[in-house]
């Protein structure tokens, strides 16, 4: 068994978080003879506890069964293969296995620009995407959001019906559709640009995996814009990993009697860029 393999047969088959996943990774990548079983027997990140077993679910038919399903659901990179988003590979605990549907030469584009924001938009939110969207799109810049309701949905659906690329990260596997109001737009991400997970097939999208799935959006863009966004976000969390991955941010700024300008505004005092105009997003990226 090949380290490309065994790092897709951890991430189908076994419940090992993602800082684990990455753990092993490291580990096994600095192998020069690798043997799955050798290398469980041996190492300190699986408990003794669990070594025969994981050696036999390894090699299991049900894995193999499990593995090509996912196969056959999509395409599957590993953080090994050349498709492998380089961005990626400079964030904190990086995605070992990305589950994907749709043109994957996307994932290496240079020019990538997150947008993000509440899931319940008020109309200046929505002016704000309508006004930007058009000159991304004409500018080459391909959006990258969460395909979540409000501001997520509304980036996908402008970009792909300007005519342009959109990258959609979810929280769940490719074969689930959440929130179900997206289905079709999820199919049109899938044929006119790419869906992308870290997590397999029939996986449900469970509230944990929406903070994780928000390390990957920040880390693929150059930039990451922020729509509107209440005090505690999703919308933030994802802002404020992008800092931490030395990203740009950029906040649109909104009344300050509105409660889906707060956290925003709040972006913005501690430096986040005010997004006022197309050439803030263009200067960043």
């Known amino acids: 068994m090949e380290v490309r393999d065994f790092l897709i047969r951890i991430k189908i088959g076994t419940t090992f978080n993602i800082k684990k996943q990455h753990q092993i990774y490291k580990e096994v990548n600095n192998v020069t003879s690798f043997s799955a079983s050798r290398w469980v027997t041996t190492t300190n990140l699986i408990e003794n506890s669990q070594k025969d077993a994981t050696i036999k679910m390894l090699h299991s038919e049900q894995l193999k069964r499990k593995v090509k399903e996912n196969e056959q659901n999509g395409g599957i990179i590993t953080i090994l293969d050349a498709a492998y988003p380089a961005a990626l590979k400079e964030i904190f605990c990086p995605p070992t296995v990305i589950f994907y549907r749709g043109n994957v030469t996307l994932l290496n584009q240079t020019r990538l620009v997150a947008i993000v924001g509440s899931r319940v938009m008020t109309d200046y939110g929505k002016q704000a995407v309508k006004c930007l969207i058009p000159g991304l799109v004409g500018n080459q810049l391909v ?98 990993l992008a800092l931490n991955e030395n990203r740009n941010v950029l906040a649109i700024p909104g009344s300050i009697f509105s409660e889906n300008s707060n956290g925003t505004n709040a972006l913005i005092a501690a430096g986040a860029r005010p997004l006022v105009e197309l050439a803030d997003i263009l200067e960043e990226v």
Not at 155 to 163: E, F, R, W
Not at 186 to 198: A, F, N, V
Not at 217 to 237: M, N, P, R
């Open 143 to 240: 959006t990258v959001s969460g395909l979540a309701k409000g501001v997520d949905a509304m980036v996908h659906l402008l970009t792909l019906n300007s005519a342009g690329a959109t990258i959609a990260v979810v929280g769940n596997g490719l074969d689930v559709t959440y929130p179900k109001q997206n289905q079709i737009l999820q199919s049109q991400i899938e044929k006119r640009g790419i869906l992308i997970s870290e997590y397999p097939k029939g996986a449900r999208p469970l509230r944990h995996h929406f903070v994780e799935r928000n390390r990957i959006i920040a880390g693929l863009a150059k930039a990451t814009c922020v729509v509107e966004a209440k005090k505690q976000s999703g919308s933030l969390i994802t802002a404020n």
